[in-house]
C-alpha cells in the first residue's frame, strides 16, 4: 500500500511538473507516455483513481453502449438447415481513448471498432447441409457447377473479371482431369474452387464406399493440379441424403447447396434469369449457376440487380464465414 501511494505520488508530482515547467504540451499527452512507458501499465489506472475519470473517457463508453451489436450466433433452422453466424461489433474503448489522447479538445472523436465473433459457430452444429448464408449479412455468392460447357466459361470469367466479382466454382472430377488448363485460368482469374463429385452420380443412391470415392477422387485431383485446399462440396443435381453429409464431413468437407437456382440448364432466356434473379435475392443468397448460354448472357445483368438491393457479392467462403461485410463506423 506505501508503495502505491509512493508511486502515485510521483505521478502526480510529475504532472504537476508538466504544467508548471511546460516539458510536454498537456496533461493529456503526458499521461499517455507515461501510461506507454516500461513498467508504468497502471500509471493511469492510478490516476484515474486519484482524480476520477474524465468525461472523454466517460463520453466513448456511452458511445460504445449505444452504438455495440451483438454477433448471432450460427444454428439448425428447420427449413435451411445450418445457417452460419454474423460476428458482432463494438467499439475498442481502450484503443479509441487513446487515440483521442493525441488529439486537442477540438478533434473529434475517431472510434475504433472491433468484431465480436459469436459463441457458436457453423462448425459447432455438426454435419448438416448448409443452403444459405446468415440473413444479416448482405452478401450474396454465385455457385457455378462446372461438369460441361467450356465454350462458356471464358466469357463469363470475362464479365465477372469486368465487374470485379468473384465465385466459386465447383467442379466435377471427370472434368477437372480432362480440363485442367481451363481449370488453372479459372484459379488465375483469383475465384473459389471446390468439389462436384468425380463423375456426376447421384450421391444418396451410393454405398458408403462409393459416395467416399466420388468425393475424395474430386478432392485429391484439386490438391495435385491445382494445389487447392478442398473445403466445400456441392452434390451433383442437389441429390444427397445424410449419409452423403456425414461422409463429407468425417473427410473435413461442409455439404453445400443452394437457396436461388437459374434452372438454366432448361435453356431459359437471359433477361428471364435475371428477372428471376432480381425478384427473389436477398441477403445470404446463395446461386446456382453452371457455364451455360443462359447464365452467360444473363451474369452482368444479375450482378447488377444484386447490387441494386445494396448487396454484395463474395465467394462461398466469404458469404457463409461470420466476419462482418463491413465493420460500422458510426461516428
Known amino acids: 500500500m506505501r508503495k502505491k501511494s509512493k508511486k502515485l505520488a510521483a505521478v502526480l508530482a510529475g504532472i504537476i511538473t508538466v504544467i508548471l515547467v511546460g516539458q510536454v504540451d498537456s496533461v493529456r499527452t503526458y499521461i499517455t507516455e507515461i501510461r506507454d512507458g516500461p513498467g508504468t501499465q497502471n500509471a493511469f489506472d492510478m490516476f484515474k483513481e486519484a482524480t476520477g475519470e474524465d468525461a472523454l473517457l466517460t463520453a466513448i463508453r456511452e458511445k460504445a453502449a449505444e452504438t455495440k451489436i451483438?454477433?448471432?450466433?450460427?444454428?439448425?433452422d428447420r427449413v435451411w438447415k445450418a445457417i452460419p453466424g454474423y460476428n458482432g461489433t463494438e467499439i475498442?474503448?481502450?484503443?479509441?481513448?487513446r487515440k483521442a489522447l493525441g488529439g486537442n479538445l477540438n478533434t473529434k472523436i475517431s472510434y475504433i471498432y472491433r468484431q465480436t465473433e459469436p459463441e457458436i459457430g457453423l462448425k459447432d452444429l455438426g454435419a448438416h447441409p448448409i443452403y444459405r448464408g446468415n440473413p444479416e449479412k448482405p452478401m450474396v455468392s454465385f455457385?457455378?457447377?462446372?461438369a460441361w460447357g467450356n465454350e462458356f466459361i471464358v466469357p463469363m470469367l470475362d464479365?465477372?473479371?469486368?465487374?470485379?466479382?468473384?465465385?466459386?466454382?465447383?467442379?466435377?472430377?471427370?472434368w477437372l482431369s480432362k480440363n485442367a488448363e481451363l481449370a488453372k485460368e479459372i484459379q488465375k482469374r483469383g475465384h473459389e474452387l471446390s468439389n462436384h463429385a468425380y463423375s456426376h452420380p447421384n450421391m444418396s443412391q451410393l454405398s458408403a464406399e462409393r459416395a467416399r470415392l466420388e468425393i475424395s477422387k474430386t478432392q485429391d485431383l484439386l490438391q495435385k493440379t491445382l494445389g487447392v485446399e478442398n473445403r466445400w462440396f456441392a452434390p451433383p443435381s442437389g441429390d444427397f441424403n445424410q449419409k452423403t453429409v456425414d461422409i463429407a464431413s468425417s473427410m473435413g468437407l461442409q455439404t453445400v447447396l443452394w437457396t436461388l437456382d437459374t434452372v438454366d440448364w432448361r435453356k431459359p432466356s437471359s433477361a428471364s434469369v435475371v428477372?428471376?434473379?432480381?425478384?427473389?435475392?436477398?441477403?445470404?443468397?446463395?446461386?446456382?449457376?453452371h457455364p451455360t448460354a443462359a447464365s452467360s448472357g444473363a451474369l452482368k445483368g444479375m450482378i447488377e440487380s444484386i447490387r441494386a438491393k445494396g448487396l454484395t457479392l463474395g465467394t462461398v467462403t466469404e458469404t457463409l464465414s461470420s466476419e462482418r461485410v463491413k465493420a460500422k463506423a458510426v461516428e
Do not use: C, H, R
Open 159 to 174: 464479365t465477372l473479371d469486368a465487374e470485379q466479382v468473384k465465385a466459386t466454382f465447383f467442379l466435377d472430377g471427370s
Open 92 to 97: 475498442d474503448v481502450e484503443a479509441t481513448y
Open 275 to 289: 428477372a428471376k434473379i432480381a425478384k427473389n435475392v436477398d441477403a445470404g443468397t446463395l446461386i446456382l449457376m
Open 143 to 146: 455457385m457455378i457447377n462446372v
Open 70 to 76: 451483438a454477433p448471432i450466433n450460427a444454428k439448425v
